[in-house]
């Protein structure tokens, strides 16, 4: 059975950083794309960011580039997304997802397996 396991989040002033995790079982990272999602509500959930486990590269969303990092360790089946420089449209429930094909832009329609959720709040 494949799980996504996410942790971190939470609230953090403008201009501040935040790191999420994502714990990945039941498939194994080298053969995988992790993305990024974040949603609010109203809205469409949006991809942020995508990792290629196959071959390492990445895809950003032109609204956080410079300021996220998304990255992976492959041995320990982990993906990470380092957030600094927050601002307040940053705001959502961000989500942690498993596709076993990469998409150029980080399509959604790709992801199967989904973490829980976590909420980023950050305040002005």
């Known amino acids: 059975e494949v799980q996504v396991v996410q942790s971190g989040g939470g609230l953090v002033q403008a201009g501040g950083s935040l790191r999420l995790s994502c714990a990945a079982s039941?498939?194994?990272?080298?053969?995988?794309?992790i993305g990024w999602f974040r949603q609010v509500p109203g809205k469409k959930r949006e991809g942020v960011s995508c990792?290629?486990?196959?071959?390492?590269?990445?895809y950003y969303a032109d609204s956080v580039k410079g300021r996220f990092t998304v990255s992976s360790d492959n041995a320990k089946n982990m993906a990470y997304l380092q957030m600094n420089n927050l601002e307040p449209e940053d705001m959502a429930v961000y989500y942690c997802?498993?596709?076993?094909?990469?998409?150029?832009?980080?399509?959604?329609?790709?992801?199967?397996?989904w973490g829980q959720g976590t909420q980023v709040t950050v305040s002005s």
């Open positions: 997802a498993a596709a076993a094909v990469w998409g150029r832009r980080c399509q959604i329609e790709y992801f199967s397996f």
């Open positions: 990792i290629s486990g196959v071959d390492g590269r990445t």
């Open positions: 039941g498939l194994s990272l080298d053969d995988y794309t």
